[in-house]
């Protein structure tokens, strides 16, 4: 073998090292770009999984939100409105005659307002035997509108009366109040007044 095939040998192993230094100086940062990409994209993966199931969280909500309205609508049907409350009294006796027990006396008493009804209460006050009360509190759990009754006293009746039982109970109905409509988009609520030197106490 000759000094120049020698030399060609050489010159051809440094230029092939050479060039595997330089692949692997620029291929070792294309390395770290790929492994940066591959790490965004495991991250984007993990944002797109979570909206996904948020997603998916939302129809599920969407549809027990449906469910919740129709049934809130369903008892609102129950609930009598402001204008035929003031016929509970004539509803009440209506189903006592039915259940054959004599109606003495009603009171109204005060409304108790709530967040989203009013409760309209009255004070009946009965004379019945005990199978009659029991038909009528079977007549007034089927009533078409809601009507409570609650805070039941009996009290034996003495002498040869018709009926063996003075009853004195509370009865009530409850009117829906729809909550108020939300403000138009832009409004603002009022501001309160500046307070005065006066009102500030100077």
Same mark, same amino acid.
């Given at each position: 073998?000759?000094?120049?095939?020698?030399?060609?040998?050489?010159?051809?192993?440094?230029?092939?090292?050479?060039?595997?230094?330089?692949?692997? &100086?620029?291929?070792?940062? $294309?390395?770290? *770009?790929?492994?940066?990409?591959?790490?965004?994209?495991? /991250?984007?993966?993990? #944002? +797109?999984?979570?909206?996904?199931?948020?997603?998916?969280?939302?129809?599920?909500?969407?549809?027990? &939100?449906?469910?919740?309205? $129709?049934?809130? *609508?369903?008892?609102?049907?129950?609930?009598?409105?402001? /204008?035929?409350?003031? #016929? +509970?009294?004539?509803?009440?006796?209506?189903?006592?005659?039915?259940?054959?027990?004599?109606?003495?006396?009603?009171?109204?008493?005060?409304?108790?307002?709530?967040?989203?009804?009013?409760?309209?209460?009255?004070?009946?006050?009965?004379?019945?035997?005990?199978?009659?009360?029991?038909?009528?509190?079977?007549?007034?759990?089927?009533?078409?509108?809601?009507?409570?009754?609650?805070?039941?006293?009996?009290?034996?009746?003495?002498?040869?009366?018709?009926?063996?039982?003075?009853?004195?109970?509370?009865?009530?109905?409850?009117?829906?109040?729809?909550?108020?409509?939300?403000?138009?988009?832009?409004?603002?609520?009022?501001?309160?007044?500046?307070?005065?030197?006066?009102?500030?106490?100077?």
């Amino acid at each position: 073998m000759n000094s120049q095939l020698q030399q060609q040998i050489l010159i051809g192993g440094l230029v092939g090292i050479l060039i595997s230094v330089l692949t692997f &100086v620029l291929m070792s940062g $294309k390395r770290e *770009e790929r492994s940066g990409l591959q790490s965004n994209i495991q /991250s984007l993966q993990k #944002e +797109v999984d979570k909206g996904y199931q948020l997603k998916a969280n939302y129809e599920k909500l969407k549809v027990e &939100v449906a469910q919740q309205e $129709k049934e809130i *609508e369903e008892l609102v049907k129950l609930m009598p409105t402001e /204008s035929d409350r003031g #016929e +509970v009294p004539y509803r009440v006796k209506k189903l006592a005659d039915l259940a054959g027990i004599e109606q003495v006396s009603f009171q109204v008493e005060s409304p108790n307002k709530r967040d989203y009804y009013t409760e309209y209460p009255f004070t009946f006050t009965f004379k019945a035997g005990y199978h009659s009360l029991g038909q009528f509190a079977s007549q007034m759990s089927g009533s078409d509108k809601i009507l409570n009754m609650n805070d039941l006293v009996l009290k034996r009746e003495t002498g040869k009366g018709l009926w063996s039982t003075g009853v004195t109970c509370r009865i009530s109905t409850f009117v829906y109040n729809p909550a108020p409509p939300p403000p138009p988009p832009g409004s603002k609520a009022p501001a309160a007044p500046a307070a005065t030197k006066k009102d500030s106490g100077e």
